[in-house]
């Protein structure tokens, strides 16, 4: 049974940092490409940042130079790291993982940590 387990969210005030993770089952995470998603309340789910499995990383616009996400493959876990974070990071972070299979991608997907960025 694939499980990703995300943990590290909460309450922080404007410009601080909070870093998640997800420890996910480590029959997919050496080959898969791992990835956070952010839903905020009233919008859609939206791309955060990827890790694919040689390390290759692409971000949102919204928060290049201020996120950085990371894998321990040894410990089968993806890391983000937010700093200077804003009241608009305010959402429920998904850790997603994107595994191939033959032809077809598998997707799966945690639980969800809430962060809130408030004074």
């Known amino acids: 049974q694939v499980q990703l387990v995300e943990s590290g969210g909460g309450l922080v005030q404007p410009g601080g940092s909070l870093r998640l993770s997800c420890a996910a089952s480590?029959?997919?995470?050496?080959?898969?490409?791992m990835g956070w998603y952010r839903q905020a309340p009233g919008k859609q789910r939206e791309l955060v940042a990827i890790i694919t499995s040689g390390g290759t990383t692409n971000y949102a616009d919204s928060v290049k130079d201020r996120f950085t996400i990371s894998r321990d493959n040894a410990k089968n876990t993806v890391y983000l790291q937010m700093n200077s974070l804003k009241p608009e990071d305010t959402a429920v972070y998904y850790c997603?993982?994107?595994?191939?299979?033959?032809?077809?991608?598998?997707?799966?997907w945690g639980q969800g940590t809430q962060v809130t960025v408030s004074s």
């Open positions: 480590r029959s997919i995470f050496s080959v898969s490409t």
């Open positions: 997603n993982a994107k595994r191939p299979v033959q032809s077809s991608v598998y997707n799966y």
